[in-house]
């Protein structure tokens, strides 16, 4: 029973360049949810999607930041073009409905910008 | 503007005492409150919700207790192992009024647990 799958694990770039981080949830999941997770202000939620619409990306930093979701398998989080202050964990998780289910997650995409 | 608040950054405990991490909030429309355990290197692990209907929620080792009058909530962990040594962050999240969740979670900052052979 896999999981929610992220990758990369590690990105290290340099300021300027675009970085997409991708995210596959786990199957029959409708709802895909966008985590960054900063030392100042923990984990914020960026963007979710119900059946790969979004629905509230009011958590999105600005916007050198999009997310897409095409299908019900995959995800985007595209950053271009990136910044220091980008430097974080990205987390996505998927959970199957509302009905107080919770969020699973994957294991993250530590982003380093230099 | 923070609402949910987790004002302990650690606790170190003995193994096989009880721990208990705490947690308050201050929006009022929150009804549905988890607890995820994170160690390093992974994402947070769900561990543990509890609604708002309820003051209490037991699972194995891990109690959660709800104090809505308080806006506040506590985890009991009870043997404390040392593999519970983790980060473990509160969440919380409102329903609308037609009683479909809206989902968002919002997190605390986690509090750092080490329990101690």
């Known amino acids: 029973d896999a999981g929610v799958i992220q990758s990369p694990r590690h990105e290290v770039t340099e300021m300027g360049q675009e970085v997409t981080l991708r995210c596959k949830p786990i199957s029959g999941h409708d709802y895909l949810f966008w985590y960054r997770q900063t030392m100042m202000r923990g984990l914020e939620l960026l963007i979710y999607?119900?059946?790969?619409?979004?629905?509230?990306d009011s958590g999105m930093p600005e916007d050198r930041f999009s997310a897409k979701m095409p299908n019900a398998s995959f995800s985007t989080l595209k950053i271009q073009p990136s910044e220091p202050r980008d430097s974080a964990v990205y987390f996505c998780?998927?959970?199957?409905?509302?009905?107080?289910?919770?969020?699973?997650f994957g294991d993250g995409t530590r982003l380093s910008i230099l | 503007d923070q609402q949910v608040k987790q004002n302990s950054p650690s606790l170190s405990v003995q193994e096989g005492r009880i721990s208990i991490l705490n947690c308050d909030y201050t929006?009022?429309?929150?009804?549905?409150f988890l607890w995820y355990k994170k160690y390093p290197a992974e994402g947070p692990t769900f561990l543990i919700s509890i609604s708002s209907i309820k003051d209490k929620n037991e699972d194995g080792r891990f109690t959660v207790f709800l104090n809505k009058s308080a806006k506040h909530l506590s985890l009991h962990i009870v043997p404390s192992q040392p593999g519970d040594s983790a980060v473990y962050f509160c969440?919380?999240?409102?329903?609308?009024?037609?009683?479909?969740?809206?989902?968002?979670?919002?997190f605390g900052q986690g509090t750092i647990l080490t329990v101690h052979p």
């Open positions: 929006n009022s429309m929150f009804d549905y």
């Open positions: 999607f119900n059946n790969n619409v979004p629905i509230d």
């Open positions: 969440a919380a999240s409102r329903q609308n009024a037609g009683g479909t969740s809206y989902g968002k979670l919002t």
């Open positions: 998780a998927s959970s199957p409905d509302w009905g107080n289910q919770p969020q699973h």
